[in-house]
Nanobody
């Protein structure tokens, strides 16, 4: 059974930082690109980042470029999302998801999803 476990969310003031982690099991981790998505109340789920299976390529949404960094450690089956200079508009539930081989930001391309971790940024 494939499992993705997102963690690291919490309450932080604007300008602060959080580090999200996604731990994976039940799949050949270095065959999968890992995406981070977020969904704010009343809004559609949107892609935040995607990192390729070996970590050589990374996508970041324009809204988080310069503030967020994605990284992965295939030896530990883990992906991290370092979030700096957080803004109130970053408040959302953050999900990690896995897609075989390709680097994509299309939600429907992803086969496996974690349960989400809540990030709340106060002004």
């Amino acid at each position: 059974e494939v499992q993705l476990q997102a963690s690291g969310g919490g309450l932080v003031q604007a300008g602060g930082s959080l580090r999200l982690s996604c731990a994976a099991s039940g799949l050949t981790f270095d065959d999968y690109a890992i995406g981070w998505f977020r969904q704010a109340p009343g809004k559609e789920r949107e892609a935040v980042s995607c990192i390729s299976s070996r970590g050589h390529s990374t996508y970041l949404a324009d809204s988080v470029k310069g503030r967020f960094t994605a990284s992965r450690d295939n030896a530990k089956n883990a992906v991290n999302l370092q979030m700096n200079n957080l803004k109130p508009e970053d408040t959302a539930v953050y999900y990690c998801a896995a897609v075989y081989a390709v680097l994509t930001v299309v939600t429907g391309d992803y086969s496996y999803w974690g349960q989400g971790t809540l990030v709340t940024v106060s002004s």
